[in-house]
């Protein structure tokens, strides 16, 4: 059963430090998106890839935010330095390609104080 | 500006009580429009892709269309187990085929 996968599950982390998170795709699929979900805005699309090549990432702040795929089993989304304000859950999802359905996975609850 | 809407934002149903949510999208250019269920403490789970005006598809109780302005989830007799959040997706023909969801209908379905 392939699944998306990320971790951590939960972080907890003071003002100012850095944060990353991970995410495993779904082997074979070659588009993996970075989503940030609160209450108050939804899913916000942050950066997506195509074959490990950013397409998108017109939705994070580029001041503080940094998407990558070293390779193709791994993405990592990154925070420095974070703020409260960042809070929120993290999802990363991959599909067979652009245009079709997306495979979330469980997402990363981060909370910062 | 691109947008997409879902409404209602909460409905309540009696078990077997069929009803509609709807998502109606304004974009320059449509490439796909998706449906989502979400489980509280999970990532959305991809419900159905509809691609053109006109366009039908169904799976068990559900079943999605598509017109040049708007789609429609139609569930047929739901059961508790339906209950969950049902987001709406486009993404739009354009330089970066961006994605927008909207902020979804809150179902729950009364046994």
């Known amino acids: 059963d392939a699944r998306v996968t990320q971790t951590p599950r939960h972080k907890v982390t003071e003002m100012g430090q850095e944060v990353t998170m991970r995410c495993q795709p779904i082997?074979?699929?070659?588009?993996v998106f970075w989503y940030r979900q609160t209450m108050m805005q939804g899913l916000e699309l942050l950066a997506y890839f195509r074959n490990r090549a950013p397409l998108d990432d017109s939705g994070m702040p580029k001041d503080r935010f940094s998407a990558e795929m070293p390779d193709a089993t791994l993405a990592t989304l990154k925070i420095q330095p974070s703020e409260p304000r960042d809070s929120a859950v993290y999802f990363c999802?991959?599909?067979?390609?652009?245009?079709?359905?997306?495979?979330f996975g469980p997402g990363t609850r981060l909370t910062v104080t | 500006e691109d947008q997409v809407t879902q409404s209602p934002e909460a409905l309540r149903l009696q078990e077997g009580e069929s009803s509609s949510l709807n998502c109606s999208y304004t974009?320059?250019?449509?490439?796909?429009l998706f449906w989502y269920r979400q489980d509280p403490g999970k990532g959305p789970e991809f419900l159905f892709t509809l691609y053109s005006a006109g366009e039908e598809k169904e799976k068990e109780r559900l079943k999605a269309t598509l017109t040049k302005k708007e789609s429609f989830l139609h569930i047929t007799a739901p059961k508790p187990e339906d209950s969950a959040t049902y987001l709406c997706a486009v993404q739009v023909r354009n330089t970066g085929n961006q994605f927008y969801f909207g902020t979804g209908t809150s179902l729950t379905v009364i046994p």
């Open positions: 082997l074979g699929h070659n588009t």
């Open positions: 999802a991959s599909g067979p390609n652009t245009g079709y359905e997306q495979y």
């Open positions: 974009v320059s250019g449509l490439r796909g």
